[in-house]
């Protein structure tokens, strides 16, 4: 199974961690299977930019990018070249390197 590190995020995971994630699994599902609670306002639908990460190694071992993630990406606080939706980004057999962005551009957080 490819690992997942996450490199640390002052909220969400501040030592940073490394994950088993399947093939197939989204980026946001297996941060979220492993306690990493990762904002996916949209509940992982493709329709809000919460779920913004940047894959810092393995981008290109990832599943194509939609024109609906595209546009929508446009809109996420601290956009990079590899910038993904979490929810979009399906795991596949290389290990990644990933970093949460400090901030969303979500301004109602749930049960916060």
Same mark, same amino acid.
């Given at each position: 199974?490819?690992?997942?590190?996450?490199?640390?995020?002052?909220?969400?995971?501040?030592?940073? @961690?490394? #994950?088993? &994630?399947?093939?197939? %699994?989204?980026?946001? !599902?297996?941060?979220?299977?492993? =306690? #990493?609670?990762?904002?996916?306002?949209? *509940?992982?639908?493709?329709? /809000?930019? %919460?779920?913004?990460?940047?894959?810092? +190694? =393995?981008?290109?071992?990832?599943? +194509?990018? !939609?024109? @609906?993630?595209? *546009?929508?990406?446009?809109? &996420?606080? =601290?956009?990079?070249?590899?910038?993904?939706? =979490? /929810?979009?980004?399906?795991?596949?057999?290389?290990?990644?390197?990933?970093? #949460?962005?400090?901030? %969303?551009?979500?301004?109602?957080? !749930?049960?916060?």
């Amino acid at each position: 199974m490819p690992a997942i590190k996450i490199l640390p995020h002052h909220e969400l995971c501040p030592e940073g @961690t490394t #994950i088993q &994630a399947a093939p197939g %699994t989204s980026i946001c !599902e297996a941060l979220l299977e492993n =306690g #990493i609670a990762i904002e996916h306002a949209c *509940d992982m639908s493709c329709a /809000c930019t %919460t779920c913004h990460v940047v894959v810092r +190694e =393995g981008f290109r071992s990832l599943n +194509e990018m !939609e024109e @609906t993630e595209e *546009d929508l990406l446009d809109r &996420a606080w =601290g956009l990079e070249p590899n910038s993904r939706l =979490g /929810c979009q980004a399906i795991v596949a057999r290389q290990d990644l390197v990933v970093e #949460i962005p400090k901030y %969303t551009i979500n301004h109602a957080r !749930e049960n916060h």
